[in-house]
């Protein structure tokens, strides 16, 4: 009996299927002890319509037909008097209705024991989705009966008859009122657990219903209680939280931008600003084995004119901007969605482009190099969505002729929109002359100066007082130690088409004073404005007249605080639209490097304070970032290019960064010959548990070119494991097992003749000379236990990550499902948004897009290549994409778009990927295949690449006290 169980064990199908029998046989013992058989009858659609005050509830249930059940519910209501607001809509199983069938009706037995064998194997076999039910809640005015039309997923038309008071039992408003708002809740906190694009909109309907109905629960306690729940915060409970925050902070993330507007939102926020602002300083120490400085006059001159705080992206030459610029344009002015599926597009370098007026025209375009020696982006942040300090500073072979061209276009800008109020000004500043071309709004804020053969073109006053303060003597970047280091590890000789800086002093400007406070009130400033324009929309909506923000108050569509702010700053209405009477209108603020603090309230300074004294403790040095990329045409393969990455933090410490940056062993030179039929495979050098016995070992996964299970057939626990099971991988460990041991215990089952175990779950092991490897598939295992070995190599990489080209492999329909599906839900994501926005604020079809694409601050887009477009009327309808398949609207199990390619795979053909991290720094180092169309006026070099084994050896050679060749 023991050996009948240890084989099921190990055959994971027949147990399924005999624990299914048993279920199946005593399910069939107790139907057939019953007296009577029951059959399952959906509950019929049910509505009705509260009323109370301010509003009444309704409430909606409709079953979902059968074929919809496993669609992706879209539902929205309308009415035709618009009486109805802020609906939600759910979905949930069906309670089925029990009905018994009489005995003399049916056959005795009926075959039902094999009937639900073969449904209960079926069923482990195809998804097969339970039967649903939707539930729509909503608010309402007014006693006549309500004409409701529901579109999307189901359509449905209803007349729901208000009901009378007298009618409506004590305590069931209540009732209906409290579903209603935990449903409301429930649904909000979800969308922003999930990455909405709008948090304000979330925040801003919760609280300001929560207030005017003086609601029990409210959204900031579920997001609370979420956010310590989440397993990323349990994560990371090692990693300083005040080291998280202030990158949150800096990097603009969503979660620190939820906070903040929690506290706008919150009781006895504090708004008196009445201390001094507090000073921040990191002494930088100079670590052993820095680069020895060498002398000014051999680093490109474009350096010797930044001041050392402003990042430095250089791109050499003209020509290599216009390759970078176009590599963006192929994919929506956005370069992050060449790998990523973003539903909203930044547009950046428009963006850029529109602020500087420094668009390159075709005439540009062809004399660029001729007039333009060397240009780098510079700045002091990168906030190009809110309002950047951000410039472009080009070094002249022509100065004339530079300056004559952006003189002549600058003027053809102003008279252009000298509709638009649009100015060319001339400033004096530091006793230079300085063009200043603007408009009210400061979407075109562009300063213009020059000095020798640089022409310095920024949206920041306080850049160009820098700039010439370097040219009358401050020390510039070149001067400083860092930066020499940095050119010691990428000289300019290299001729690097991208080269980029973020020095300790820019690090150092972003954890400011001026930057830390400034970015908690910009936040602050953009939630504001949010909120101000939600009100107003809410207002209409609701046709309660209210046109200024005290107006608003009164109405209690904003708080009755609302106004009180630490900066001083307030919201007013002008041309129609509302803007911070200190920073301008959204998405156009003035630069943070522009605006001076003066007092700051107890709540800024304990913030700060607390930010500064973890940084002053822990990180008395800031480590500089280095980026460089060098292009190289292979000469045997038309259009394809090879491109060369460098990126290092040095000098670095790792103990800044806690466990993050000790998972990592220390540097070896032990590296895996893995299979050639490897599709792709990573290795990675682990740190030993210290007293666990676990020592330092390779832990390594294998993918070979094999077609994965679908990702619809993963849905579940069961699904999930047998797709589990048909993954074409391996992974292994040398020379202990490590983490193997961890993953799969062994078991002290005993190996056949070719030294393999097979153990629980149907995983096989085998053991040899060191090595540990484990997959599902024995013949893969098999393969990988002949040719598995360890090497000497020049390079002390801890992860080694090698990508095939995915073009035409037996992967890419797999990679291709899987894109796409991420990318359906990005685009059901956007329409959900559009209708979430038209519902709660009744905006017209075609002013929502616009509205809701000015509070982001971006494009919302089709990340698979539809438009989003409103399907319907102008008295109801929905938001829908034109690349939505006709039938199977299911992220999950939706069919692959005809002709749909990832959008990688296109101009990706491969490459390798390697991590040093050394005692005093930390490398990464790429070799990627390009492929892309040929641009004659930013072809690529012609030169020979490096080799792989001497390029990723670099790392060793520059911290190891040898100099690379």
């Given at each position: ?225 979420a956010r310590k729940a989440a397993p990323s915060n349990r994560f990371l409970a090692d990693f300083d939280s005040r080291l998280i925050d202030a990158m949150k902070l800096v990097g603009g993330m969503q979660d620190e931008r939820i906070k903040m507007m929690q506290g706008m ?87 850029i482009e529109r602020l500087l007026n420094t668009k390159m025209t075709a005439i540009a375009k062809l004399f660029g190099d001729s007039v333009i020696e060397d240009m780098a982006v510079v700045g002091r942040d990168l906030y190009l969505q809110e309002g950047p300090s951000i ?133 602050q400033a953009q939630a504001a404005l949010d909120m101000v324009e939600m009100a107003d929309w809410a207002a209409k909506s609701e046709g309660i007249q209210a046109k200024s923000v005290e107006e608003l108050i009164a109405a209690q569509l904003l708080p009755a605080d609302f ?403």
């Amino acid at each position: 009996m023991l050996l009948r169980i240890q084989a099921m064990v190990r055959n994971p199908n027949l147990l399924v299927i005999v624990l299914t029998c048993w279920s199946v046989f005593c399910s069939q013992i107790a139907g057939n002890a019953a007296a009577q058989e029951v059959r399952a009858v959906a509950p019929p659609m049910h509505f009705e319509a509260v009323p109370g005050e301010p509003f009444g509830v309704g409430t909606l249930q409709i079953p979902l037909p059968a074929p919809l059940v496993s669609e992706a519910l879209r539902v929205t209501i309308f009415e035709a008097n618009n009486r109805v607001f802020y609906p939600v809509s759910t979905t949930q199983a069906v309670e089925l209705e029990l009905k018994p069938t009489p005995p003399s009706n049916r056959r005795v037995g009926q075959g039902r024991l094999v009937q639900r064998l073969r449904e209960s194997i079926k069923e482990m076999r195809d998804f097969r989705a339970d039967p649903r039910v939707v539930t729509i809640r909503f608010l309402f005015r007014g006693n006549e009966p309500l004409k409701l039309q529901v579109v999307g997923t189901l359509t449905q038309t209803v007349e729901v008859k208000v009901a009378d008071k007298s009618e409506v039992p004590a305590g069931y408003y209540g009732e209906s009122l409290a579903m209603w708002w935990d449903e409301y809740l429930n649904y909000n906190q979800r969308t922003l657990s999930d990455g909405h694009l709008q948090p304000s909109a979330a925040l801003y309907l919760c609280d300001m219903l929560q207030r005017r109905m003086q609601l029990k629960s409210s959204l900031s306690q579920k997001l609370d209680e979420a956010r310590k729940a989440a397993p990323s915060n349990r994560f990371l409970a090692d990693f300083d939280s005040r080291l998280i925050d202030a990158m949150k902070l800096v990097g603009g993330m969503q979660d620190e931008r939820i906070k903040m507007m929690q506290g706008m939102l919150g009781p006895n926020r504090d708004y008196q600003a009445q201390f001094d602002v507090p000073t921040f300083k990191i002494v930088d120490e100079p670590t052993e084995g820095a680069a020895k400085t060498k002398p000014v006059d051999t680093i490109e001159p474009l350096a010797n004119h930044i001041p050392p705080e402003w990042l430095y992206i250089r791109f050499g030459s003209f020509s290599n901007y216009l390759w970078f610029q176009s590599m963006g344009d192929r994919h929506g002015g956005d370069i992050a969605q060449m790998v990523t599926l973003r539903g909203v597009s930044f547009n950046s370098t428009e963006k850029i482009e529109r602020l500087l007026n420094t668009k390159m025209t075709a005439i540009a375009k062809l004399f660029g190099d001729s007039v333009i020696e060397d240009m780098a982006v510079v700045g002091r942040d990168l906030y190009l969505q809110e309002g950047p300090s951000i410039g472009v500073l080009f070094r002249a072979k022509n100065r004339l002729l530079l300056m004559s061209s952006f003189q002549s276009e600058r003027s053809a800008e102003q008279k252009r929109l000298a509709s638009a109020g649009a100015k060319l000004d001339k400033l004096e500043i530091r006793g230079r002359e300085v063009s200043f071309l603007h408009t009210p709004d400061l979407r075109l804020r562009s300063y213009m100066v020059a000095e020798g053969s640089q022409v310095l073109i920024t949206s920041s006053r306080a850049m160009v007082e820098r700039f010439l303060d370097v040219a009358d003597g401050a020390t510039p970047l070149s001067g400083t130690t860092s930066f020499l280091a940095a050119r010691e590890l990428l000289p300019a000789q290299n001729q690097y088409s991208i080269f980029a800086y973020f020095s300790p002093e820019f690090l150092r400007g972003l954890l400011s004073p001026q930057y830390q406070i400034e970015l908690r009130r910009r936040t602050q400033a953009q939630a504001a404005l949010d909120m101000v324009e939600m009100a107003d929309w809410a207002a209409k909506s609701e046709g309660i007249q209210a046109k200024s923000v005290e107006e608003l108050i009164a109405a209690q569509l904003l708080p009755a605080d609302f106004m009180q702010r630490s900066d001083g700053a307030m919201v007013i209405l002008e041309d129609g639209q509302w803007r911070d009477t200190l920073r301008g209108f959204r998405g156009s603020f003035l630069p943070i490097a522009d605006i001076e603090l003066a007092k700051i309230s107890r709540s800024e300074k304990s913030q700060y304070e607390t930010t500064v004294d973890y940084f002053q403790t822990n990180w008395q040095q800031l480590d500089p970032i280095i980026f460089g990329l060098r292009r190289f045409a292979r000469k045997d393969i038309p259009n394809r290019e090879q491109l060369i990455l460098e990126a290092y933090v040095a000098p670095f410490q790792s103990d800044k960064y806690g466990w993050v940056a000790q998972v990592l062993g220390p540097p070896s030179p032990d590296s895996i010959v893995l299979p050639s039929d490897d599709i792709a495979n990573i290795q990675l050098f682990l740190q030993g548990v210290p007293g666990s016995g676990t020592p330092n070992h390779q832990f390594f996964v294998g993918i070979k070119d094999m077609m994965p299970p679908d990702p619809a057939e993963t849905k579940g626990l069961l699904r999930s494991f047998l797709a589990l099971q048909a993954m074409p991988a391996y992974v292994g460990a040398w020379p202990a097992p490590g983490l193997l041991d961890i993953l799969f215990p062994q078991a002290r089952i005993g190996r056949d003749a070719s030294g393999l175990t097979r153990m629980f779950l149907g995983v096989w092991r085998w053991e040899g000379d060191g090595f540990s490897l484990l997959s599902f598939d024995r013949s893969i295992i098999e393969n990988a236990a002949g040719i598995v070995r360890p090497e000497q190599v020049d390079d002390y990489a801890q992860i080694r990550l090698s990508v095939n080209d995915m073009a035409g492999s037996q992967m890419e329909p797999w990679l291709n499902r899987f894109w796409y599906r991420r990318g359906l839900a990005g685009s059901l994501g956007n329409a959900e948004y559009l209708n979430f926005a038209q519902q709660q604020f009744h905006l017209e079809p075609t002013a929502v897009r616009v509205a809701t694409e000015e509070m982001i601050g971006a494009k919302l887009q089709c990340p698979v290549g539809g438009e989003l477009k409103w399907l319907g009327d102008a008295k109801a309808g929905e938001w829908v994409s034109t690349a939505w398949p006709a039938e199977g609207l299911n992220p999950e199990t939706a069919a692959l778009a005809e002709g749909y390619r990832a959008p990688w795979i296109d101009w990706c053909r491969g490459g390798r990927v390697h991590l040093s991290q050394l005692p005093n720094s930390l490398a990464v180092l790429g070799i990627i295949e390009l492929e892309q169309p040929p641009q004659v006026d930013a072809a690529a070099p012609t030169g020979d690449a490096p080799s792989a084994s001497s390029f990723f050896s670099l790392p060793l050679q520059m911290f190891s006290g040898n100099k690379k060749k």
